[in-house]
Nanobody, 120 residues
Framework: QVQLQESGPGLVKPSQTLSLTCTVS??????????WTWIRQPPGKGLEWIGH???????VYTPSLKSRTAISRDTSKNQFALQLTSVSPEDTAVYYC????????????WGQGTQVTVSD
């Protein structure tokens, strides 16, 4: 079955760039009709959709983060990545990657999540 695993630094300094990678196993990120998604959950708050990259490589971002976000993919490694620039402590969160079915819009599976703290 398809499995996702996030990786990246757990601590980022303010004003720097947060970079995370999601490695996918058990299925290709180029397979229709899936969207490969980043979601985060700040402490004490709900889930926030960050954006996704489609099976064809098109990326879409949430408006509030669009100016600071880039989602890319490496099909040779079957990975997709998140970059969030100019981070502040408000970007501290557990970051998840997930696969979304473009037919029924079901979020499954999810990665286990990775804690990212923005602090000096």
């Amino acid at each position: 079955q398809v499995q996702l695993q996030e990786s990246g630094p757990g601590l980022v300094k303010p004003s720097q760039t947060l970079s995370l990678t999601c490695t996918v196993s058990g299925g290709s990120i180029s397979t229709k009709p899936y969207y490969w998604t980043w979601i985060r959950q700040p402490p004490g708050k709900g889930l926030e959709w960050i954006g996704h990259i489609s099976y064809s490589g098109s990326a879409v971002y949430t408006p509030s983060l669009k100016s600071r976000t880039a989602i890319s993919r490496d099909t040779s490694k079957n990975q997709f990545a998140l970059q969030l620039t100019s981070v502040s402590p408000e970007d501290t969160a557990v970051y998840y990657c997930a696969r979304v079915d473009g037919v029924n819009w079901e979020y499954d599976p999810w990665g286990q999540g990775t804690q990212v703290t923005v602090s000096d």
